[in-house]
């Protein structure tokens, strides 16, 4: 198991950049796929970036493709998500989860291990 937590959310106005972190402990971490998901009121928890085990495959959503970016610090134990010209649209609640060796392709129900989430508000 590894346990992960979110930072970095925020309100900002549309066109302005946050980067989110996520900080892992209590396993391997190079070891793990890294997702980042998010969660407006009454949808469905969406993935927006995955990071390979391997630190080499990504997945981005479409709608994120070209302003986002997911990366890791294995000496840190951290997988980031740097967001640059967000949009109204990209307000949610934003998870880190982590799936042990699992491939960017799997559902969302593979990965066991969630953060809190952290509150991301862009304004128009």
């Known amino acids: 198991q590894v346990q992960v937590v979110e930072s970095g959310g925020g309100r900002v106005q549309a066109g302005d950049s946050l980067r989110l972190s996520c900080t892992a402990s209590?396993?391997?971490?190079?070891?793990?796929?890294m997702g980042w998901f998010r969660q407006t009121p009454g949808k469905e928890r969406e993935p927006v970036a995955v990071?390979?085990?391997?630190?080499?495959?990504?997945h981005y959503a479409d709608s994120v493709k070209g302003r986002f970016t997911i990366s890791r610090n294995i000496a840190k134990n951290t997988v980031s998500l740097q967001m640059n010209s967000l949009e109204p649209e990209d307000t949610a609640v934003y998870y880190c989860a982590a799936n042990p060796y699992g491939s960017i392709s799997e559902p969302i129900d593979e990965y066991d291990d969630w953060g809190q989430g952290t509150q991301v508000t862009v304004s128009s």
């Open positions: 209590g396993s391997t971490f190079s070891t793990y796929t």
């Open positions: 990071l390979g085990w391997r630190g080499i495959s990504v």
